[in-house]
């Protein structure tokens, strides 16, 4: 039976979402094409930043390796739309939403995997573990071409907008509603779990396994459930991702993006849900960063390429350590506290 408390976090938590998906419509409605695409990829990436916040944040646990998590979604809904489209069966409304469902189960699967194995290992043993994940997952596609298609990889059919919609509904309008569908979903879920005894049992874990043991806590499930959760939600955002280009290839999911998700929650503010969105904004904008260079400045097009390569790393990595000197709690730890002196300065205001 629901007690008052957890009845009230839901609706709290449901009431939050239905207001912040109402303000993302009503957005997108005013916005050009590229602009909507760009909220979908934000919404995207919130999928994954989200769940990875749990697993370190929350649980404690370093993983180097949700990039090719990410790239796992991808391929499932790439494989299972292609699949339906030759045996033509594709087009139905259940489509969509049965090949993301099928991301999200084969990622988990994989979590569950690797969290078994990371169970047993932690620090340094640990990221050398999901470090290897993803370096194994685009090798795979390589080496499978057969399945994979290799470096050019598996396109399938673009998702267009119902035809309730109208004719000239914006296309790239539709795919930001599903990819913001999908994060709402993703941290309501979330929300809730933080809330729950099972995400007191993630912090008890990450303080201090050995107090977390004693008080009858399963810290080996607790972790590997942390895992599960995490990759979920790293397939059901690199599933969307996908939809948003029909297409997906390796080198859409390079080594350094498992080591931008992590340094976009580490500046985010971790253990935060509210941190993960500031990650998901961070990585769209400084991904599209050297692109704007480029595009502003008269360049030679062998230091584009190097911008390309290596500027949203550099510029990454000096945020990290502006962040990290100013407000060791991240972004969301800044306004945090920022938002406590300021309350601290109006009740002092009728005094004075």
């Known amino acids: 039976m629901t007690t008052p408390r957890t009845g009230s976090t839901l ?25 909507n695409l760009q909220v979908a990829r934000v919404c995207a990436f919130l999928c994954v930043t989200a769940g990875h916040t749990v697993l370190v944040g929350l649980n404690g646990q370093l993983s180097l390796g949700h990039g090719a998590l990410m790239a796992t979604g991808a391929y499932t809904v ?21 090949s993301l469902l099928a991301a999200v189960a084969v990622t988990a699967l994989g979590g569950l995997v690797v969290g078994l194995a990371a169970a ?9 573990v999901t470090l290897a994940v993803a370096t194994l997952v685009p090798a795979v596609t390589t080496i499978f071409t057969g399945v ?16 309730a919609l109208g004719p000239y509904f914006q296309p ?20 809730n779990l933080v809330r729950s005894r099972y995400g ?27 895992f599960v959760v995490s990759a979920g939600c790293a397939g059901l955002g690199g599933g969307v991702y996908a939809v948003l280009t029909a297409t997906v290839a390796p080198g859409k999911f390079p080594l350094d993006l498992s080591l931008f998700l992590l340094m976009a929650i580490v500046i985010g503010g971790l253990g935060s849900l509210a941190g993960a969105v500031w990650g998901a904004l961070l990585l769209v904008a400084l991904q599209d960063l050297p692109a704007l260079l480029t595009e502003h400045l008269d360049l030679s097009t062998g230091l584009a390429q190097r911008l390309e390569g290596n500027l949203a790393l550099a510029v990454f990595g000096l945020i990290l350590i502006v962040v990290m000197l100013a407000a060791p709690g991240g972004l969301q730890g800044g306004v945090r506290a920022l938002a406590t002196r300021l309350r601290a300065a109006v009740r002092r205001a009728p005094d004075r």
Not at 78 to 98: F, I, K, S, Y
Not at 172 to 191: D, K, S, V
């Open 11 to 35: 609706l709290r938590h449901l009431a939050g979402a239905v207001l912040a998906g109402t303000l993302v419509v009503l957005l997108t409605n005013q916005l050009p094409p590229y602009e």
């Open 200 to 226: 007191r049992s993630l912090r008890a874990v990450r303080d201090d396994e050995v107090a977390a043991r004693l008080a009858g806590i399963p810290v080996a499930r607790t972790q590997v459930l942390a």
């Open 120 to 128: 047993r290992l932690r620090g340094p043993y640990l990221a050398g």
């Open 148 to 163: 994979f298609n290799g470096e050019q990889g598996l396109r399938f059919p673009a998702q267009a907008p119902p035809a």
């Open 78 to 98: 790439a494989l299972v739309q292609r699949g339906l489209d030759e045996r033509a069966v594709g087009g139905g409304w259940w489509v969509l939403p049965g």
């Open 172 to 191: 790239e309008r539709w795919l930001a509603w599903i990819a913001l569908a999908a994060a709402l979903l993703t941290m309501l879920l979330l929300a």
